[in-house]
């Protein structure tokens, strides 16, 4: 079978966030200043996007398994979303930024969810796509897609590809991890199948447009070969 080589470039690019908390105990800081920095990066990178010519990319926010950390550290990473949504939409709107929600994120809390709406119908028009996920586990989402695949018909791969949270975005070309971490977390197990994968040991506060831009040209030397030789 011939090899499929890589195209010019990534179309969609998934991040595992990881890092904040040991950011800001390298520097005995709160662990919320790690997630404020979290933040900052987030933004920095959703800006970069057009240049970088990126059509879709992908964040792991929260995880249905981040509800066992502490109470309040969860109420931070709460409110930073509200402030997040608050300041950020005005410019998601004005450069032509998408936003799609992935996970079960109809089960947060409701004032959060009606700024989520308002978001999602603001920007439905935008033509790149920041997707976040939130209260998302990978097994869950699997597990809700064969279900509505099986009540439509018979369960095959196509048809649980289609029930997926993601189906109406681009096939995922590149999923990174940062912060040294080489797993996972319940992320995208089943987009992931053939993405390319790379780990690095940067902090997600540090994480910058230069360091994404390094990955997608890491990314464009590789071939694909969805087992073929």
């Known amino acids: 079978m011939t090899a499929t080589i890589a195209p010019a470039r990534a179309r969609h690019v998934a991040i595992i966030m ?9 520097r005995h800081l709160p662990r919320v200043v790690g997630h404020q920095r979290g933040v900052e990066a987030v933004r920095k990178l959703v800006r970069a996007t057009a240049a ?17 950390r502490p109470e309040d550290e969860v109420d931070d990473l709460m409110g930073l979303m509200r402030k997040f949504i608050r300041s950020d939409l005005p410019e998601f709107i004005e450069h032509g930024v998408r936003l799609h929600i992935i996970g079960d994120w109809r089960g947060l809390a409701p004032d959060i969810v009606a700024m989520l709406d308002d978001a999602l119908r603001q920007t439905a028009r935008g033509t790149r796509t920041l997707a976040v996920a939130l209260n998302y ?3 869950q989402e699997i597990a809700r897609a064969a279900s509505a695949a099986a009540a439509e018909g018979a369960i095959t791969p196509e048809a649980i590809a289609a029930q997926l949270d ?4 681009p096939p995922l070309d590149l999923l990174i991890r940062t912060s040294g971490e080489v797993r996972l977390s319940n992320f995208l197990l089943w987009q992931a199948a053939y993405a390319e994968m790379l780990f690095v040991d940067t902090l997600w ?7 994404l831009a390094a990955a997608l040209q890491d990314f464009a030397t590789r071939e694909r070969r969805y087992g073929g030789r």
């Open 166 to 169: 993601t189906a109406s975005l």
């Open 18 to 26: 990881d890092g904040n908390g040991r950011w800001a105990k390298r």
């Open 137 to 139: 586990g990978g097994q």
């Open 205 to 211: 506060p540090d994480f910058t447009p230069e360091h």
């Open 52 to 68: 970088l010519d990126l059509e879709c990319l992908t964040l792991y926010a929260f995880s249905s398994e981040n509800w066992k």
